[in-house]
């Protein structure tokens, strides 16, 4: 299998923590959100603990966690938005 890298958006808290709004993540062909969501954590340690609640959005959609992605597309991830 081909290694290649995915160009990640980050807002909120996620970009707080990883000290930058955009990170490269080394990750296989045919990866899907579930696996990149686990490559972040991986990869980027200050942003394990938001891994699991980070929203991932490809090309602008909420994407679910079986679609397989491709270094083409634009991948971008916040975490949930709380108020009142």
């Known amino acids: 299998m081909t290694a290649h890298q995915i160009q990640v958006k980050l807002f909120a ?24 969501r686990q490559a972040i954590a991986e990869q980027y340690p200050q942003l394990q603990p938001l891994s ?16 397989i992605l491709n270094p083409q597309q634009e991948v971008a991830c916040f975490p949930p938005v709380s108020g009142g």
């Open 13 to 36: 808290r996620a970009k707080e923590l990883a000290n930058s709004e955009l990170i490269s993540v080394l990750v296989s062909e045919g990866i899907t959100v579930e696996e990149l």
């Open 52 to 67: 699991s609640q980070l929203l991932i959005a490809v090309d602008n959609a909420y994407a679910g966690e079986s679609q």
